[in-house]
């Protein structure tokens, strides 16, 4: 995707460079690059891994929306389409744009989304949609261990 966006790439490489210039990167760099997650999450928002997410319903009274579902029904989130609904990204869900993610300098910290649910903010530097809206590996206690790096947060579902 950057060889198709010099700018990003250039904003990219910029941001590498100010944060580690010509010496190698050390563990202590990584809470200052910023812009290389958002791109990395961008990445993975357009081109998910996991594509679809197999549950099991174990109840017998859930409703999906107006659907009643039957215990013991195979479910399947599509996590493709799941990351690219404008409900939560905007209309712009087939653009390849890291600033998405980017919280620095935002005055929109916390803000609720059209569904009245709070944005979450894993740190305080990188802007995340609202919980169950970018799910690249998953969500819930079994989900990828490399979570923390994406955004996501221990939950039982």
Wanted: glycine residues 8%; charged residues 25%; negative net charge.
């Amino acid at each position: 995707m950057l060889a198709l966006h010099p700018s990003l790439q250039d904003t990219l490489y910029n941001d590498i460079q100010e944060t580690i210039g010509d010496r190698l990167p050390k563990y202590e760099d990584f809470p200052n690059l910023v812009y290389p997650l958002c791109v990395m999450l961008e990445t993975l928002r357009m081109f998910p891994p996991v594509v679809g997410m197999p549950r099991l319903a174990i109840k017998d009274d859930l409703l999906l929306g107006k659907y009643y579902i039957p215990k013991d029904t195979s479910l399947i989130y599509d996590t493709v389409n799941l990351q690219r609904n404008p409900k939560y990204w905007g209309p712009d869900i087939d653009v390849f744009d890291p600033s998405r993610f980017d919280g620095r300098n935002s005055s929109e910290l916390g803000k609720e989304t059209d569904n009245g649910e709070k944005e979450r903010y894993v740190p305080e530097k990188i802007r995340m949609p609202a919980k169950g809206a970018f799910m690249p590996f998953s969500e819930g206690s079994r989900s990828c261990l490399g979570n923390v790096f994406c955004g996501g947060e221990r939950t039982n579902l």
